[in-house]
């Protein structure tokens, strides 16, 4: 008896059945399916380059207009009279500098032809903007400054990590697509 082969009877596809099995999709179908995908990719990456756009554009503007005063200030005003850091002026242009930089992460092929370069204009690598936008809140810590002095000079660290975390997140959502098409297949009779 150990010999013979178990019949396994066959079975109707019901609607339970259905959500488990697998559809089989014939070459033109993935094709269709990856070109919805990388349009609705191409959707979300405008988006998220017109948000980014959008709030590096309103943080470096926040940032031109505080030459004198901490807008924060505005909103949770000081007991006492000392706010400012010694040299504001060298932090706000090392602040704008690094929305320059943060500008060219995503703009670097616009800001190529718009200046008629013939190389791409590269931005300075993330570690190094994580380290210059640290100086002004590590420096206001240190000094003692108002929490809301602080937490000021933070908006610019801040900025850097918003940016990166977008980008990496459109680099990883491109990847994602292109590992799609390689995982295409041919199924014969689909």
Known sequence: ???LRHRIPFKHADDSDEADS???LDEQQQDALLEDLRKENDSVNRTYYTSLKILVGLSGILQLTSFNHNPLVTVFPLTSKETALPLPIVFIILSLFIHLNL??????????VFLQL??????????SLYLLSAVAPTLSI?????????VWWCTTPAMVFIVQTVMDTIEQ?????????????????A
Not at 103 to 112: K, S, T
Not at 173 to 189: F, Q, R, V
């Open 22 to 24: 697998q559809e089989v």
């Open 103 to 112: 500008v060219l992460c995503f703009c670097a092929e616009d800001a190529r």
């Open 1 to 3: 008896m150990d010999t």
């Open 173 to 189: 959502s491109n990847e994602n697509i292109a590992d799609l098409e390689t995982m295409k297949y041919k199924a014969a009779g």
């Open 118 to 127: 013939a190389a791409p204009v590269n931005p300075l690598s993330y570690q």
């Open 142 to 150: 240190y000094l003692g400054k108002p929490w809301q002095t602080s």
